[in-house]
């Protein structure tokens, strides 16, 4: 089966400026998550997503970051204005079904604001 | 606040010896814990589930152990082979959610 996949790859923007993430997940789960990973650092989550619903945000900085998942399926991360702090590789990672499993996570977006 | 550590940030081993990676945590009564696989430049690829009420778990080459009164888990490489090396995070849940908390990794590298 197809993995998860992201674009862009890379990004480069001036701080102050709006970026996007886009994710599509694997065929059938119904479970996305986005995390953000600093240089040497764990991956740390921003926001989980059940089905289109929202079900974890608590970590999300929502005074400039903001997600969606239409139609359960696809889900973009934005981050409006970025600073240079938000500099980092962000992944977007999927499971399927209920209860404790693994999480399958796409090559993520290295984002540099300069 | 919850902790957790990787033993190092760096772990040297030479081909064919067996490695073992550290995992510490605490102020956290994790219900399960996950080992990942991370490669430069990609995401975590998921090796192992553990959880609470089991000592020991197997995967070819791989063996992790979990130890709650220690609050620690033990990720076993066999035979160790060079294109092992890699970063490995271990990933803790508590019961009743979903969320992982990663540790920082250890970067294991197998030497020929």
């Known amino acids: 089966e197809a993995g998860v996949v992201q674009s862009p790859r890379y990004k480069i923007i001036e701080k102050k400026q709006p970026v996007a993430f886009w994710c599509n997940p694997i065929s059938g789960h119904n479970t996305l998550y986005w995390y953000r990973q600093n240089l040497g650092q764990g991956p740390e989550l921003l926001i989980r997503y059940e089905n289109e619903e929202a079900v974890d945000d608590s970590q999300l900085p929502k005074d400039r970051f903001s997600a969606e998942r239409l139609k359960g399926v696809d889900s973009t991360l934005k981050i409006q204005p970025a600073e240079l702090g938000d500099s980092a590789v962000y992944l977007c990672?999927?499971?399927?079904?209920?209860?404790?499993?693994?999480?399958?996570f796409g090559p993520g977006t290295r984002l540099t604001v300069t | 606040s919850q902790k957790i550590e990787q033993n190092s940030e760096a772990l040297n081993i030479q081909e064919g010896k067996t490695a073992t990676l550290t995992c510490n945590y605490t102020?956290?009564?994790?219900?399960?814990l996950q080992w990942y696989r991370q490669d430069p430049g990609r995401g975590p690829v998921f090796l192992l589930l553990?959880?609470?009420?089991?000592k020991e778990k197997r995967k070819e080459r791989l063996k992790v152990t979990f130890d709650t009164t220690l609050k620690q888990s033990l990720f076993h490489i066999t035979a160790s082979q060079p294109a092992d090396s890699a970063t490995y995070l271990c990933?803790?849940?508590?019961?009743?959610?979903?969320?992982?908390?990663f540790g920082k990794g250890t970067k294991l590298s197998v030497i020929p």
């Open positions: 990672a999927s499971s399927r079904g209920q209860g404790v499993r693994e999480q399958y």
């Open positions: 102020n956290y009564s994790p219900a399960y």
């Open positions: 990933a803790l849940g508590a019961a009743g959610s979903y969320q992982l908390t």
């Open positions: 553990i959880r609470e009420n089991e």
